[in-house]
Every structure is written in C-alpha cells, then in structure tokens.
C-alpha cells in the first residue's frame, strides 16, 4: 500500500465558506472527471491524480461546486478501475495517496468537494479475498464471501443458473481448482475479472464500513456508488428463464438488480457517514425500471441523491421532457430527495453527438450524424438541464461541446466489452478519448506523451485554449450560465416548476422570478418576451414585447 498521508490541515476561509452552506448537495453542479483522459502530468500518456490537481482552478472559475472522480484504486485495469484489487490504495498509474491527499487539501482550498467512486457490487479477482478463495480450494470460507456454486449437469459442466453478464455470455466462470481439475461456478455480472460480493455474508459488511471511514478520515465529501442497484441477489438465485436479458435491464426488476434488501446496507452506511462533519454525501448509480422505484434509494435515511438515468435517455422532444421532469420531480418529492439532472457521462455516448442522430438509437451510437445540429441541441438542452431543480451533473468536456469519437480503429480501443461476443456494444471509449486542453501540442495539452486513446485532428480547435474568451463559445456559455445560475435566488433547489402556455415543441416554465424557454422544434418560434434577457444557447432576438427563439434553442429571462 502506498505511504499514509498526513494529517489534514486547518480549513482555509475558502473551505470553511463552502462547507458552511447547508444542504450544498441539493442544488449543486458536480463535475465528473475520468482520470485517466483529464490530465496527465508525468507525460506517460495516461491521466492521473496530480494532472487533476493542477487543473482544479479551471474547474472553480467554471463554476461547479464539486469533482466526482471515477476510479482511481489500485486495479488490475480490467474494466477501467472498475475492477478494484484494493480499496485502499491509488494504483501507481495515477499516483499515490500522497496524490489523493494533495488533491482533496488543494481541493478544499479552492471551495471545491471531492467525491470519489465506490465499487461494491465486485471486487478484482486479484482482489486477496478472492485469490485466497481460488488457492484454498472448495470448501475455503473465503468463497462464501463471493458467489461460488457447483455447476449443473452431470458433471457440473453447465452454470449455476442462466444469469447472463452485462458485458455478455454468462456471468458464471467455472475455475480449475488447485489439484487442477474443473472445479465450481463463480458469479460475475459484468467481466470475468469482476467477481460479485456475497453481500449475505457480515464480512463484506464489515469491510465497506472500514473502507468508507478510511476514506471519510481522508476528507472525501462523499461516494458516487457504483451498481448501487446491485448488491443484493434473490434467495436462491432463481433462474430468469429468458435470454437477452439486457434488453429487460431498465424495464423489470431482476433477480440480481434493484432487489429490496439493498436498503438495509444504505441505512447501516448512513449512520456511518452522518457522524462526519461537513454534509458528506452518496450519490447512487442506480439503473431501475422506473424513477418511482428510484426514489427509494434517497429516501432521508439511505443515499441523497441518484442519478437520473430516464432524464438523459430522453430525447430532445418537448412533450418527453415535459413528462419525464413531471414523473422526476413528483417522485422525489415525497422522500424529500432532490431531483438530478445529467445529460452524460462516462459510459454513454456524448448528447452532442445523441442528439446529432435521429431518436431511437439508444445511448451508445456508432454514427457522428450532423455535428452541427448536435452541438447546437447540446447547448440547448444544456440551460434546459440547469434551469431545473435540483442538481446538476457535467461530465468533463462536455462544456467543450466535445463529440463522441466514434471512428476509433478497432486496434485502439480498450473497452472490455468490446471483446466479448455480446451484451454492451463495447463503444463506451469514444466518450473517454483525453479532453483538449490548447490548440497544438501532441495531445493538444492533455500531456506531453501522448494519449492512451487517440484525439482526433481538430481537437484542438475545441480545446479549453481555443475557447476561452471566445463570445458565443460552449465554454463561455458554460462559465456564464453557472454563474447565473448561482446569482439567480429562484435557480437551484426547489422541487417543482409552474409551466407555461408554448407554441408546440417548446418547453416553458416559471420558477419564482426566473423563466426558460427551451425550442426543441426544427423552426423559430415566437414567445412573449418575459423581462430582461440572461442567457440563451442561440441569438435570440426582441422586438415589440416579444422574442424570437432560434430552432434548438434555450433562452434565459428574469422578471426582476
């Protein structure tokens, strides 16, 4: 393990302003950095925890109030981190716990909260509870901590059910066992090298509490969680009696997904973090079949907020969004949860490129489609996002219009999905290609060795550098739009909007004194000017009382 870091120094005034806000969570915009495409510092291509630290003053002057930082433990990279082999120690490619250390004081300093991933559905299967369950053969205890079985068949060739892996195939491995002979089945919902917990077994339990307080005691601000939906498995792990079973993921609860017994681990985990100082939070990545269903992972004593997911697979069309803001906010009004709102992230497709195709291609899309009709609905959807209650997430480079890459040479990519046979498309790496930071350079910035996944030419044309100071920029509307929405009393927290009367294909509301307009139709459309124009993604235009709103465009206004 790496060295321990020091003891956390006073807070600076910077720090002690930020963390006196009550309920920061409720209404903040929280930047999800992907290490290794972020920033690298020591040129070997790869992103890592100090290229981050030497960015943080970019992310306070963008205005965001916190940094979600995806895995950086010490893995065996088998799934991009998701893999962890040891949940107390920063793998060398991003540095050390010294790295993480610096980064969370330097942090702090600047008003900025660290959130960082948990991975508890699996661990690596270098992972030393699961190595010593392999040596010590059948009957180990160690194996009652993950999901080990005998096959079926008679000679225990065929898995334990017909549970199949999200990443495609079977999610059972059958292991040889020490006398070399095959032995039993262990479950895996995703890579082969990601072995499922036993969460049945109090060991577990007790693990995950000693993981958090560690980092809790490191001064992380809170926990994304990952596969917070799994966990837990049905008694008897009974067969699903039905193949592409990923085409069922979303629409129905699943013997291994979103069973009910994940609650009691969240309420054990609650207590832990509400004996911190400082409104430390958890953010569940929880894919449920409906937002109903997701609101009880952030009811008061679980998780505080969950991620959206039926929000960002909504396609730009007004009476969509109108629905799925009205099903959101009405769910989460009863737990007294806010509402979050996302458009990306690091395993789906870019919405300046989803929004450049034609609805209905799902969340991974393989086609660049009309860039500019993508990025201009991006930027839109953009205000339409951070005008609504609740908070807000920005996936990094999104505030650069960034597109997907979907040109990737087959012999580049490394998303472990794409080797399997089925299940995932395997394109997640064409939302994770290193984000541009100057004009020129052999990385445009991101490092000086390169990128471990290759930026495409022009990149640099929509680089930070090349955008900054630029008027009408994505990144300058970025800048502008959080630093009205922290100005503005009526953005923010809250729990409803008061819709008004629009031409069709427009979504217009009224919060307090503050008014969106979003056009999601193909033509200008006509709207009463509702006071002085803040904002808008596209040139709108006033005349005589009233404003023309360009196609695929948000527009701001106040009435103060």
Known sequence: MSQQPSAAPAPTSATATATARRDWWRDAVIYQVYPRSFADSNGDGMGDLEGVRTRLPYLRDLGVDAVWLSPFYASPQADAGYDVADYRAVDPMFGSLLDADALIRDAHALGLRIIVDLVPNHSSDQYEWFRRALAEGPGSPLRERYHFRPGKGENGELPPNDWESIFGGPAWTRVTEPDGTPGEWYLHLFAPEQPDFNWEHPAVGDEFRSILRFWLDMGVDGFRIDVAHGMVKAEGLPDLGSHEQ?????????????????????????????????????????????????????????????????????????????????????????????????????????????????????????????????????????????ALPGSAYVYQGEELGLPDVVDLPDEVRQDPAYFRGAGQDGFRDGCRVPIPWTRTGSSYGFGDGGSWLPQPAGWGELSVEAQTGRPGSTLELYRAALEIRREQPDLGAGDAVEWLRAPEGVVAFRRGEFVCVANTTGEPVAVPAYGRLLLASGEVTETDGGARVPADTTAWWTTA
């Open 246 to 386: 990923l085409k069922l993921l979303g629409n129905d609860v699943m013997p291994f997904f979103d069973q009910d017994g994940v609650h009691d681990i969240y309420r054990q985990w609650r207590l832990i973090l509400d004996e911190y100082s400082g409104e430390r939070i958890f953010v569940a990545e929880a894919w449920t079949p409906t937002v109903e269903r997701t609101a009880n992972y952030v009811r008061p004593d679980e998780l505080h907020q969950a991620f959206n997911f039926q929000y960002l697979g909504t396609h730009w069309d007004a009476e969509e969004l109108r629905t799925v803001i009205d099903r959101t906010l009405d769910a989460m009004r009863p737990v007294g949860a806010p509402a979050t709102w996302v458009l990306s992230n690091h395993d789906v497709t870019r919405h300046a490129t989803r929004f450049a195709n034609p609805p209905g291609l799902g969340t991974q899309i393989r086609l660049a489609g009309d860039r500019d009709l993508g990025l201009r609905r991006a930027r839109a959807a953009t205000l339409l996002m951070l």
